[in-house]
């Protein structure tokens, strides 16, 4: 490859971004652009760089990895560093250009590397795979703590005790929390497996409500039902719906 690799290095421990520029100060084929500490910084220059590869960490503060990779339009090839097996080894083998598990060796690095390297002629397989990391993301069962949200330039992270309802708009829902009304391109079924049962309830097809944020369900007429918020919203409450209700209140 004429051109040198152009890299960025992503993990909130110094220790470890000096730990991967190491093992690559020997490549003449490399070129390191940046290193970031955080998702936000890194979105920023991966952005402005365009790097061919990512060294990227999963456990990170304000964005996690995870996080990164769903809000960005055109990601690089990724290579995962984790301390985390469960994270690399259970959904990242299959579908990862390649997984470090901390501590790695030069030897299992350049193994990576050599991977990345592989498939920089290959972007569409690239692009496949890591849609397929976000899907096998998605599918595993694990409580959601925040929700992300991308609006053109601007990342608003909602912690999820802040969001009241969750709301069904086509291939969208609309998120209504403290914050505000945000659209997120993800299903209903998506939030119903992702949030606490014991804290949300899907009480119709349309709809997913905080029970923090709930006044008192009512009934309007024989069959019907409907709930009533905190801040007098009122949504509808479906026979299936107030059956999970009833068995969580």
Not at 118 to 126: K, N, V, Y
Request: include cysteine; aromatic fraction near 8%; hydrophobic fraction near 40%.
């Amino acid at each position: 490859m004429a051109n040198k690799i152009k890299i960025i290095i992503i993990d909130d421990e110094s220790l470890a971004r000096q730990i991967t520029k190491n093992y690559l100060a020997n490549r003449s084929d490399i070129e390191i652009l940046a290193e970031c500490s955080n998702g936000f910084d890194a979105i920023k220059r991966i952005n402005e760089l365009k790097p061919d590869l990512i060294f990227l960490d999963i456990q990170m503060p304000k964005l996690n990895g995870f996080e990164m990779l769903e809000l960005l339009e055109d990601p690089p090839i990724i290579i995962f560093t984790t301390a985390y097996d469960h994270f690399a080894i259970k959904a990242f083998e299959v579908s990862a250009v390649d997984y470090l598990l901390k501590p790695f060796s030069e030897e299992r690095f350049t193994s990576a590397l050599q991977k990345a390297i592989a498939q920089l002629g290959d972007r569409f397989q690239q692009n496949s795979a890591i849609q397929n990391i976000i899907k096998q993301r998605d599918e595993k069962i694990e409580f959601l703590e925040r929700v992300v949200i991308k609006d053109g330039g601007k990342i608003t992270i909602i912690p999820v005790e802040e969001v009241k309802w969750i709301e069904a708009q086509d291939d969208y829902v609309l998120i209504n929390s403290e914050k505000g009304r945000f659209l997120k391109q993800k299903t209903m079924k998506y939030f119903e497996n992702h949030l606490n049962e014991n804290q949300f309830v899907r009480i119709h097809r349309s709809y997913i409500i905080n029970l923090d944020f709930l006044q008192h369900l009512e009934q309007t007429d024989t069959e019907s039902y409907r709930l009533v918020l905190k801040n007098g919203k009122e949504l509808p409450v479906s026979k299936t719906g107030l059956t999970r209700l009833k068995s969580t209140l």
